[in-house]
């Protein structure tokens, strides 16, 4: 009644005076009026479709309130005006996941961003237009094919390297991380896709997916991510991200292949080449051709007759892992090509067709397993063998290189276009070595 009394004396009306006392003890203790006007849960909850409601009184953030649209979900929102001028709407997060509270914090660290002239609207839509893994190494395929992106000595990339980086690529870097965006990758992502690929989860997916044969291991591992490194480097070049999260992951250590043929092995692994009489002779002469010279597979498959030059002894191969490439060729070699028919392109020819040898790596495989040698014996370990004889006959790693076809870097690796006698030499020496043990003579 005082209280009433105190508002006839300053000339309100007794009724009014008392739903004011009565307002006031209503109330929530430590808020005032004012302080009633901001976004509340109760305010949510007689949201009706398609409204809004703001933030109002003592403490509330301008332009943060909450929409509902045709559902029931309800977003909060912040409007608000770029650098530029123009009116945004920025969407905060739903209510049920964050409270009002919370998004009102945000609101109010979302206002700071726009202060110093960010547009979080803005750079949200970026990030959702921003590109995946997937997308990117799409676009280093593109590139390599159309031969845009040179490696190592300013040559594009050849077409089966291109093909084991679209394998690396589908079976392991795509079906892992394929969906993330390229800004979001950590070197902990990297790390842990490392791992995964060695632990053989990409190669369970495309298992239960019926794709293409898929191995794990670390070495997979490695290389894969080895290729994955090169993959955000063309990615810091394209401007899509700063740095390259690869780096410094520790990759597994790479087993360094130790494998040669003793001196009984290729004893064996001759007289089993002079007994066999049913394989194709291209097949089993390429592999006597391997032996003899320490190339590589494809340079072997590969081979034209115009790439000889009989008279010089020496073979020009244009295309190689290491690029143009000038090879001289022993008298053990050359007695290998001389009863091979010239009618075609190829120097070691398909069975059908003036095509190249694809099928040697299985013919030998089957090779091996005929002669009873290890099954670790593989084409790649006859050249190894051919670099050992090299070396334990005394021949410096120049020499040996020059033989094999290595890149040297020097300038004689480089320009040699004609014989040389001393890697002519060399060569007859190593290669007589070896036909000799191929001969029985250990």
Request: aromatic share 6%; charged share 25%; with cysteine.
């Amino acid at each position: 009644m005082l209280i009433s009394h105190h508002f006839v004396l300053h000339g309100f009306d007794p009724a009014c005076a008392l739903l004011c006392c009565a307002a006031t003890f209503l109330l929530p203790r430590g808020l005032d009026s004012a302080e009633m006007g901001k976004l509340g849960s109760r305010d949510l909850a007689s949201l009706g479709p398609n409204s809004e409601i703001w933030d109002e009184g003592k403490g509330a953030v301008p332009g943060f309130g909450a929409r509902r649209q045709r559902s029931d979900a309800i977003s909060f929102v912040l409007l608000y005006r770029n650098a530029d001028g123009r009116s945004r709407r920025f969407t905060i997060g739903r209510y049920g996941k964050i409270t009002p509270d919370q998004a009102r914090v945000e609101a109010k660290k979302l206002q700071g961003r726009i202060a110093i002239g960010e547009d979080p609207a803005e750079a949200k839509q970026e990030r959702r237009k921003a590109a995946t893994v997937a997308e990117l190494c799409d676009a280093y395929m593109a590139d390599s094919g159309a031969g845009r992106l040179l490696i190592k000595g300013g040559r594009s990339k050849k077409a089966s390297t291109i093909a084991i980086d679209r394998t690396r690529f589908e079976r392991h870097i795509k079906p892992l991380i394929g969906g993330m965006k390229v800004r979001a990758v950590t070197r902990e992502d990297c790390d842990r896709l490392m791992h995964r690929i060695a632990e053989g989860e990409s190669a369970e997916i495309a298992k239960a997916s019926k794709k293409a044969r898929t191995t794990g291991g670390p070495g997979t591992a490695t290389r894969t991510l080895n290729m994955l490194g090169a993959v955000f480097e063309y990615a810091i070049r394209k401007g899509l991200r700063e740095d390259n999260p690869c780096r410094g992951v520790v990759r597994f250590a790479e087993g360094r292949r130790e494998r040669r043929l003793s001196d009984a092995e290729f004893v064996q692994l001759g007289a089993h080449l002079r007994a066999t009489t049913d394989m194709w002779p291209s097949a089993l002469a390429a592999v006597r051709f391997v032996a003899l010279t320490g190339w590589r597979k494809s340079e072997v498959t590969g081979l034209h007759w115009g790439d000889l030059d009989a008279d010089r002894r020496i073979a020009t191969l244009p295309d190689t892992k290491t690029g143009r490439s000038v090879r001289p060729l022993s008298a053990a070699a050359c007695a290998i090509l001389s009863p091979l028919s010239r009618s075609g392109t190829y120097v070691f020819p398909a069975v059908r067709g003036d095509t190249r040898l694809t099928s040697l790596g299985n013919m030998f495989v089957r090779l091996v397993a005929d002669a009873g040698l290890p099954a670790d014996v593989t084409l790649h370990v006859l050249r190894h063998s051919f670099a050992s004889i090299a070396a334990d006959l005394g021949y410096s790693e120049s020499t040996i290189a020059s033989l094999l076809g290595h890149k040297t870097g020097t300038m004689t690796g480089r320009y040699m276009h004609m014989s040389d006698p001393v890697l002519l030499a060399a060569a007859d020496t190593v290669a007589g070595r070896i036909a000799a043990l191929m001969e029985g003579e250990t």
